[in-house]
Protein backbone atom coordinates (compact mmCIF):
# COMPACT_ATOMS: atom_id res chain seq x y z
CA UNK A 1 0.00 0.00 0.00
CA UNK A 2 2.90 2.29 0.97
CA UNK A 3 4.12 1.79 -2.57
CA UNK A 4 0.80 2.66 -4.11
CA UNK A 5 0.82 5.91 -1.95
CA UNK A 6 4.08 6.69 -3.22
CA UNK A 7 3.65 6.32 -7.07
CA UNK A 8 0.32 8.33 -6.98
CA UNK A 9 2.70 10.98 -5.62
CA UNK A 10 5.03 10.79 -7.71
CA UNK A 11 2.57 10.73 -10.81
CA UNK A 12 1.06 13.79 -9.04
CA UNK A 13 4.27 16.20 -8.89
CA UNK A 14 4.88 15.04 -12.39
CA UNK A 15 1.50 16.07 -13.34
CA UNK A 16 1.35 19.35 -12.08
CA UNK A 17 5.01 20.25 -12.92
CA UNK A 18 4.43 19.29 -16.92
CA UNK A 19 1.19 21.68 -16.83
CA UNK A 20 3.04 24.38 -14.89
CA UNK A 21 5.12 24.82 -18.47
CA UNK A 22 2.03 25.10 -20.66
CA UNK A 23 2.17 27.82 -23.27
CA UNK A 24 -1.27 29.79 -23.48
CA UNK A 25 -2.32 30.08 -27.25
CA UNK A 26 -3.42 33.78 -26.40
CA UNK A 27 -3.75 36.54 -24.19
CA UNK A 28 -7.32 38.37 -23.31
CA UNK A 29 -7.64 41.73 -24.86
CA UNK A 30 -10.67 44.25 -23.99
CA UNK A 31 -11.20 47.67 -24.80
CA UNK A 32 -13.51 50.66 -25.88
CA UNK A 33 -13.14 52.03 -29.55
CA UNK A 34 -13.40 55.45 -30.05
CA UNK A 35 -13.16 57.56 -33.11
CA UNK A 36 -9.90 59.89 -33.35
CA UNK A 37 -12.17 63.01 -31.83
CA UNK A 38 -12.80 60.73 -28.59
CA UNK A 39 -16.42 59.36 -29.39
CA UNK A 40 -17.37 56.19 -28.68
CA UNK A 41 -17.77 53.68 -31.48
CA UNK A 42 -20.79 51.91 -30.51
CA UNK A 43 -22.63 49.38 -31.92
CA UNK A 44 -20.59 49.11 -35.03
CA UNK A 45 -17.95 46.74 -37.03
CA UNK A 46 -14.37 47.49 -36.86
CA UNK A 47 -11.25 46.27 -37.61
CA UNK A 48 -8.15 45.81 -35.60
CA UNK A 49 -4.36 45.34 -36.53
CA UNK A 50 -2.62 43.63 -33.47
CA UNK A 51 1.23 44.24 -33.42
CA UNK A 52 3.75 43.27 -30.89
CA UNK A 53 7.17 44.90 -31.16
CA UNK A 54 10.65 44.38 -29.14
CA UNK A 55 13.14 46.62 -27.96
CA UNK A 56 11.48 50.20 -28.01
CA UNK A 57 14.55 51.90 -29.14
CA UNK A 58 14.60 50.20 -32.78
CA UNK A 59 11.07 48.83 -32.79
CA UNK A 60 11.50 45.00 -34.49
CA UNK A 61 7.79 43.56 -35.24
CA UNK A 62 7.68 40.48 -33.65
CA UNK A 63 4.04 39.20 -34.36
CA UNK A 64 1.11 40.88 -36.45
CA UNK A 65 -2.26 39.69 -36.38
CA UNK A 66 -5.87 41.88 -37.38
CA UNK A 67 -9.21 41.43 -35.99
CA UNK A 68 -12.66 41.69 -37.19
CA UNK A 69 -15.26 42.65 -34.11
CA UNK A 70 -18.65 44.39 -33.64
CA UNK A 71 -18.81 46.90 -30.53
CA UNK A 72 -21.36 46.80 -28.53
CA UNK A 73 -23.63 49.74 -26.72
CA UNK A 74 -21.02 51.21 -25.51
CA UNK A 75 -17.86 51.10 -27.81
CA UNK A 76 -16.53 47.60 -25.69
CA UNK A 77 -15.25 44.79 -27.68
CA UNK A 78 -13.10 41.82 -26.44
CA UNK A 79 -11.14 38.98 -28.15
CA UNK A 80 -7.77 37.14 -27.88
CA UNK A 81 -4.48 37.89 -29.04
CA UNK A 82 -3.75 34.79 -31.08
CA UNK A 83 -6.50 34.12 -32.48
CA UNK A 84 -6.45 36.51 -35.38
CA UNK A 85 -6.32 36.48 -38.76
CA UNK A 86 -2.04 36.30 -38.89
CA UNK A 87 0.28 38.57 -40.71
CA UNK A 88 3.16 37.77 -40.03
CA UNK A 89 5.47 35.59 -37.24
CA UNK A 90 4.10 32.97 -34.70
CA UNK A 91 3.09 34.33 -30.99
CA UNK A 92 4.72 31.45 -28.88
CA UNK A 93 8.10 32.14 -30.59
CA UNK A 94 7.87 36.05 -29.22
CA UNK A 95 11.26 36.33 -27.23
CA UNK A 96 8.82 37.26 -24.16
CA UNK A 97 11.61 36.26 -21.37
CA UNK A 98 14.49 37.16 -23.24
CA UNK A 99 13.33 41.09 -24.75
CA UNK A 100 10.53 43.63 -23.35
CA UNK A 101 7.53 43.28 -26.02
CA UNK A 102 5.17 46.37 -26.74
CA UNK A 103 1.91 46.11 -28.19
CA UNK A 104 0.32 48.33 -30.94
CA UNK A 105 -3.08 48.42 -31.65
CA UNK A 106 -4.40 50.24 -34.84
CA UNK A 107 -8.45 50.63 -35.61
CA UNK A 108 -10.11 50.98 -38.79
CA UNK A 109 -13.76 51.66 -38.16
CA UNK A 110 -16.14 51.12 -41.34
CA UNK A 111 -15.84 55.01 -42.74
CA UNK A 112 -11.91 54.88 -42.52
CA UNK A 113 -9.73 53.33 -45.18
CA UNK A 114 -6.59 53.14 -42.91
CA UNK A 115 -5.77 51.72 -39.61
CA UNK A 116 -4.87 54.14 -36.99
Known amino acids: MKRYSLLFVFTACLFTTSWAQY ?37 TLQYCESHSVMT ?3 GLFSLIIGEGQNQKGVL ?20 ASDFV
Open 72 to 74: NEV
Open 23 to 59: VPSGMNYQAVARDLKGNILANQPIELKINLLSNDARP
Open 92 to 111: QDVPWSSEEIWIEISIKDKE
